[in-house]
């Protein structure tokens, strides 16, 4: 990959990286949802306010990492990571035009609609666009390890421990999840393990091409 085609992918990965991260924007409003009890998508449910702003920072990441990944330089190696890469944006992206019409955590009629199932399409397509985003997260993450497992630069590894963290985070809260779905109990957001791990991951996606390049060049 030449110098200005590098360039132009990491500075549209760094950017995807910086709109992905939406507790910018839940800092920048003053917190209006309970972090310990809320899921960051809520930010873009149809009466937040911070729903348009949530939805075109996520809208936008998601059009700079399939740009990105249009521009990228194609290898047998790398095709995992960059099929991967576009299935999270493109569950962002589908995300980005299906929010909750109400955040849960914010009002005891829409939590108990979501509990009694009553909750709606809007809910069912958002929670489908979502686990399409969060198996493309995943999915990166091991690519990723596989990838810069053996790498000696100090960048390198550090890409691939935010990955390891990425991993587990993603996992742990997808399990969590999967279970009080399946059991029939009600979904207690586990709201501080979701913004960490998404700060993983905005940090993953922010380093990861200097990371690889770094990786492949020695």
Not at 186 to 207: D, K, Y
Request: charged share 15%; with cysteine; aromatic share 6%.
């Amino acid at each position: 990959m030449d110098a200005v085609p590098y360039r132009l992918v990491r500075n549209l990965l760094a950017a995807a990286a910086v709109l992905y991260c939406s507790l910018l924007l839940e800092a920048a409003a003053g917190f209006p949802l309970d972090v310990h009890r809320s899921f960051l998508s809520e930010l873009g449910a149809r009466d937040q306010a911070t729903s348009p702003y949530a939805r075109a920072m996520d809208l936008s990441s998601s059009v700079l990492t399939l740009l990105a990944v249009v521009l990228a330089r194609r290898s047998r190696e790398l095709a995992g990571l960059l099929i991967s890469t576009a299935v999270f944006a493109v569950g962002t992206m589908f995300d980005s035009f299906s929010p909750m019409d109400c955040a849960p955590s914010a009002g005891a009629a829409c939590r108990a609609d979501e509990v009694n199932g009553q909750a709606g399409a809007a809910l069912v397509l958002h929670e489908a666009t979502s686990t399409i985003a969060g198996v493309g997260t995943i999915a990166m993450a091991v690519f990723a390890i596989l990838l810069l497992r053996r790498a000696r630069s100090w960048l390198s590894r550090l890409v691939a421990v935010l990955a390891g963290g990425v991993l587990v985070t993603q996992v742990w809260l997808g399990s969590v999840v999967a279970y009080e779905t399946l059991s029939g109990q009600e979904v207690a957001a586990p709201g501080i393990l979701q913004r960490a791990s998404t700060v993983l991951f905005c940090l993953m996606l922010g380093t990861l091409l200097p990371g690889l390049r770094q990786a492949f060049s020695r």
